[in-house]
T-cell receptor, first 114, second 115 residues
Framework: SQKIEQNSEALNIQEGKTATLTCNYT??????LQWYRQDPGRGPVFLLLIRENEKEKRKERLKVTFDTTLKQSLFHITASQPADSATYLCALARRNNAGNMLTFGGGTRLMVKP | DGGITQSPKYLFRKEGQNVTLSCEQN?????MYWYRQDPGQGLRLIYYSQIVNDFQKGDIAEGYSVSREKKESFPLTVTSAQKNPTAFYLCASTERGDSSYNEQFFGPGTRLTVL
């Protein structure tokens, strides 16, 4: 069966360090992958999209990699700040459907300590 | 301001009652989606609509119903047939409903609790 795995344990890091979050998937061949940020009690907010033919994407302090051989995406936040503390969700686009469907992972909670 | 609104923010329901969650968008988006989120879990797709007057079942549609009579509105009814309805419900929209590379815009969510 199709599966998306994100580390369910919270990631605790010190301010200024680089945070790296992992998204692994099995039995998928996604056309693209998206990362979202979710704060407690709120809806997710889109951060980045990376396509299957792209290895890396950057936006300000954020970087996403996509390795279709390893079936893995890494999400990096450089020079992390306490304001980056949130849950980060990866979402894979489904193929073979008529709509813009995404399948979401369970998310990883990031805690950045001052 | 353009965006998606959901109401109410908190909703309490007695067992056996139907309840309707509101979702409105003024982004002029074609597609709208309903997700359910349980603690520590990812979002699961309940229903989606690619265009007005059309909608499709998602992965966990049993016990739910929707309508899409207007482009800007996509209400979700949680019926008494839904066995475990207590959850955080999120509505989202995308500019187009086809397989283009669209980000999803989410509303603030409705937390439903069954008493």
């Amino acid at each position: 069966s199709q599966k998306i795995e994100q580390n369910s344990e919270a990631l605790n890091i010190q301010e200024g360090k680089t945070a790296t979050l992992t998204c692994n998937y099995t039995n998928y061949s996604p056309a693209y992958l998206q990362w979202y940020r979710q704060d407690p009690g709120r809806g997710p907010v889109f951060l980045l999209l990376i396509r299957e033919n792209e290895k890396e994407k950057r936006k300000e302090r954020l970087k996403v990699t996509f390795d279709t051989t390893l079936k893995q995406s890494l999400f990096h936040i450089t020079a992390s700040q306490p304001a980056d503390s949130a849950t980060y969700l990866c979402a894979l686009a489904r193929r073979n459907n008529a709509g813009n469907m995404l399948t979401f992972g369970g998310g990883t909670r990031l805690m950045v300590k001052p | 301001d353009g965006g998606i609104t959901q109401s109410p923010k908190y909703l309490f329901r007695k067992e056996g009652q139907n309840v309707t969650l509101s979702c409105e968008q003024n982004l002029n988006h074609d597609a709208m989606y309903w997700y359910r989120q349980d603690p520590g879990q990812g979002l699961r797709l309940i229903y989606y609509s690619q265009i007005v007057n059309d909608f499709q079942k998602g992965d966990i549609a049993e016990g739910y119903s929707v309508s899409r009579e207007k482009k800007e509105s996509f209400p979700l009814t949680v019926t008494s047939a839904q066995k475990n309805p207590t959850a955080f419900y999120l509505c989202a929209s995308t500019e187009r409903g086809d397989s283009s590379y669209n980000e999803q815009f989410f509303g603030p969510g409705t937390r439903l609790t069954v008493l």
